[in-house]
C-alpha cells in the first residue's frame, strides 16, 4: 500500500493508502534543517517555518488559518536540526483543500516587512521560554557542550543576537536556495489513493524549478565528554541530563541498541525507573532515549531531584550502566523491552499522523521503507548476547557527559567522577 514517486521537478512523493480510515495527514518535509545553516544565520530554518503562515501572495494569515479551522483540519509545522516539515490532517474528503494550502505556504509566502518584525518578538519569546523552562534548556546546553563549534550543538531556534541580526534579504536568500524541489519530499498517510494524489502533487507543486542546489560542506561532529553546569537558584529542582556518544548504525543492525535503550530507560518496569524512582525516590522524572543524526548520535538519561540528591542520582545511574557493561540484561527484562517495542510501534501505526512522518523519517535517512514485519523481526531476532556487547562498547570505560540546571553550589557536581 505504499507508493513511491518522483515528479518530474524532482519532487519525491510518498503515499500510504490506509481505506479502513477517514482522515490523512499530509505533510511537505524539507531535507533541510538547523544543522544546514550558518553559524551567523543559526535559527533561520525556524524562522522560515513561522514566517510561511504570516501571508501568501493570495491568503493573508488570517485567512490560511481560517481555510484549515472552516473545514475542522489541523496544520502545523516543526524544524529539527536535519529537516523542517509543514502539515495537515484533514478528512479525507478535504485532502485536495489541504495539498493546495500547503503548497501556497511553501511557495510564495510574502515575507512581508511589518510580518517579518512582529514575528521576530515571536520567535525572541520563544527563545527566552526554552531558556525559563529547565527541561528544554538542559537539551539545548548538552548539544553545545557535546558538539562544540558544529552545527549540530547549536539550538534549533537561534539565540537572540543570531534572530535580531536575520534581515528580509538574508531570509529570503536561504528561502530560495533550501526550497528546491530535490530536497522537498510531499508524504501521505491515510484514506487515499496514491494517483489522485500524483495528480495534485503535479498541479500544485509541478511548476517548482529546480534551480541551483546549495548544499554547502558538511562536516561530521566530533564529540565531547565533559560537563556543563548553568546555575539558576530560583529552581526548586536540579535538572540532570547524562550522555555518551552513539555511532551511526545501518538499519538493521541499530535494533540490539533500541531494545538495551529500552530496558535502560524507556518504561515504568525498566532499571532506572524502578532504582531510580520506585527504590529510591530520587526523581518523579527519569528516562532514557536515543538520539541520533546521518552521521552521529547519542544515548541520553534525563533526570530532575533535588540539589542534595543530585550526586547520589548519578552514582545511581552509573551503577545501573556498569552493570549491564558487566553482566549484561537477564532474559525476563529483554523479552519486556523487545515486547514493548513491538506494541508501541504497532499501537503508532494506527495513527495516520504518524505513519506519514515514519514514511518521512525512513525516507530521509534510509532512502527506503522498512516494512512492519521486518521491523518486527529485527526486533525479535535481538538476543541478550547482543545487547550486552552493544552494552560493553557503549558503557566501556568512557566518561559520561552532563548537563545540569538548577542550584549547581549545592549540588556539588563539580567534583563528581564522570567515568564509568
Not at 518522483?6 to 495527514?25: D, F, K, Q, W, Y
Not at 491515510?190 to 507543486?205: E, I, P, T, V
Not at 540539589?307 to 552493570?323: A, H, N, Q, R, S
Not at 558487566?326 to 508501541?344: F, I, V, Y
Amino acid at each position: 500500500m505504499i507508493r513511491k514517486q518522483e515528479l518530474a521537478n524532482g519532487i519525491t512523493l510518498l503515499t500510504e493508502s490506509m481505506p479502513h480510515v477517514r482522515s490523512v495527514s499530509i505533510g511537505v518535509w524539507l531535507r533541510r534543517g538547523s544543522r544546514h545553516e550558518p553559524a551567523r544565520s543559526n535559527g533561520i530554518s525556524h524562522f522560515i517555518e513561522h514566517l510561511v503562515f504570516k501571508g501568501t501572495e493570495s491568503r493573508s494569515a488570517r485567512e490560511i488559518a481560517l481555510e484549515m479551522d472552516s473545514v475542522g483540519g489541523q496544520m502545523d509545522a516543526f524544524t529539527s536540526k536535519e529537516y523542517t516539515c509543514f502539515y495537515a490532517k484533514v478528512l479525507d474528503d478535504h485532502l485536495p483543500r489541504a495539498v493546495e494550502l500547503l503548497a501556497d505556504i511553501v511557495q510564495h509566502p510574502l515575507f512581508d516587512p511589518v510580518e517579518v518584525e512582529r514575528e521576530r518578538q515571536v520567535v525572541l519569546e520563544e527563545i527566552r521560554m526554552v531558556d525559563d523552562t529547565p527541561d528544554d534548556l538542559i537539551y539545548d546546553l548538552f548539544a553545545e557542550n557535546f558538539f562544540p563549534r558544529h552545527p549540530l550543538g547549536r539550538p534549533i531556534q537561534g539565540t537572540e543576537q543570531t534572530v535580531g541580526a536575520l534581515g528580509r534579504r538574508r531570509l529570503l536568500s536561504f528561502f530560495r536556495d533550501a526550497y528546491r524541489p530535490q530536497n522537498m519530499l510531499i508524504v501521505a498517510a491515510g484514506n487515499l489513493k496514491h494517483g489522485q494524489m500524483s495528480r495534485w502533487a503535479h498541479k500544485h507543486f509541478g511548476k517548482l524549478k529546480r534551480g541551483r542546489m546549495v548544499n554547502g560542506r558538511r562536516t561530521s561532529p566530533r564529540a565531547r565528554c565533559g560537563r556543563v553546569l548553568c546555575n539558576k537558584r530560583e529552581l526548586g529542582q536540579l535538572h540532570l541530563l547524562l550522555g555518551l556518544p552513539v555511532a551511526p548504525v545501518r538499519p538493521e543492525r541499530r535494533y540490539p541498541l533500541f531494545v538495551l535503550n529500552t530496558l535502560l530507560g524507556g518504561t515504568m518496569s525498566s532499571r532506572l525507573f524502578q532504582r531510580v524512582r520506585e527504590e529510591r525516590g530520587l526523581a518523579y522524572s527519569v528516562f532514557s532515549g536515543v538520539n541520533t543524526f546521518v552521521d552521529a548520535g547519542y544515548l541520553n538519561i534525563y533526570a530532575a531531584t533535588s540539589p542534595k540528591t543530585g550526586v547520589e542520582l548519578v552514582e545511581v545511574v552509573k551503577y545501573e550502566l556498569i552493570d549491564l557493561r558487566d553482566n549484561g540484561p537477564t532474559e525476563e527484562e529483554l523479552e519486556m523491552a523487545k515486547e514493548h517495542l513491538k506494541g508501541s510501534l504497532m499501537l503508532s501505526l494506527e495513527s495516520t499522523a504518524s505513519r506519514m512522518s515514519n514514511l518521512a523519517r525512513q525516507e530521509i535517512y534510509h532512502g527506503r521503507q522498512l516494512e512492519l514485519e521486518e521491523t518486527l523481526a529485527g526486533v525479535d531476532s535481538v538476543t541478550s548476547r547482543q545487547a550486552h556487547q552493544v552494552a560493553k562498547k557503549l558503557f566501556g570505560g568512557r566518561d559520561l557527559s552532563l548537563a545540569a540546571v538548577g542550584r549547581i553550589a549545592a549540588a556539588k557536581l563539580d567534583r563528581l567522577e564522570l567515568k564509568l
